[in-house]
């Protein structure tokens, strides 16, 4: 049971313009989201995060957006740049039930491609 | 800056071998992980250990086990690798003291195949 999609598996963008990766999630649970970025043969890398208090989280060219009610959360790249291809990842975390168990939950990734 | 590191980038096994997949971080970090990651399934977590000598499955344990004897040391055993073992594994750490409430600083990697 995937509790966090990334329901496009890739995505295409002209440098300059916006990209916008999408995530949905299905647990009430979650309340705080993050955005991982991962090139090639590197591990991922931490980009932006949110938590469910916020409906925004601006960080230079990039913004997260959530939408609780929808269970749905965004990232907008504004303006794109061709460095900005990898593989984005988001990722969800409960702090109920304490302690150990707030596990992070990845989506399976969407392969960003911002074309020169 | 946080610093994971990997014993080994690329490593091949053969079916039935057991193998060792060594992580070190260098934050004093209480919490470290294990992921795998294979096309179209994201990331997965195998184990994490939010202490020394403590850890906990994740939600892909079998086949897998895990030691923390040291606080910057997290070792990922396969006791008898598969070939369907084969995958990409990630190591991560974070110092939040209640879970992975904090971004995770990921390893470089190790892309094991068992043949």
């Known amino acids: 049971d995937q509790q966090v999609k990334q329901n496009s598996p890739s995505l295409s963008v002209q440098e300059g313009r916006i990209s916008i990766l999408n995530c949905d999630y299905t647990?009430?649970?979650?309340?705080?989201f993050l955005w991982y970025k991962k090139y090639p043969a590197e591990g991922p890398t931490f980009l932006i995060s949110i938590s469910s208090i916020k409906d925004k989280n601006e960080d230079g060219r990039f913004t997260v957006f959530l939408n609780k009610s929808a269970k749905h959360l965004s990232l907008h790249i504004v303006p794109s740049q061709p460095g900005d291809s990898a593989v984005y990842f988001c990722?969800?975390?409960?702090?109920f039930g304490g302690g150990a168990t707030n596990k992070l939950i990845f989506g399976t990734g969407t392969l960003l491609a911002v074309q020169p | 800056d946080v610093k994971v590191t990997q014993s080994s980038r690329y490593l091949v096994k053969r079916t039935g071998e057991k193998v060792f997949l060594e992580c070190v971080q260098d934050?004093?970090?209480?919490?470290m992980f294990w992921y795998r990651q294979d096309p179209g399934l994201g990331l997965r977590l195998i184990y994490f250990?939010?202490?020394?000598?403590?850890?906990e499955k994740g939600d892909i344990p079998e086949g897998y086990s895990v030691s923390r004897e040291k606080k910057e040391r997290f070792s990922l055993i396969l006791e008898s690798a598969s070939t369907n073992q084969t995958s990409m594994y990630l190591c991560?750490?974070?110092?939040?003291?209640?879970?992975?409430?904090?971004?995770?600083?990921f390893g470089p990697g190790t892309r094991l195949t068992v043949t």
């Open positions: 647990n009430s649970m979650f309340d705080y």
């Open positions: 250990s939010y202490d020394v000598k403590m850890k």
């Open positions: 991560a750490s974070n110092g939040a003291s209640w879970g992975p409430r904090d971004e995770q600083y």
């Open positions: 990722a969800a975390s409960s702090s």
């Open positions: 934050m004093d970090h209480e919490n």
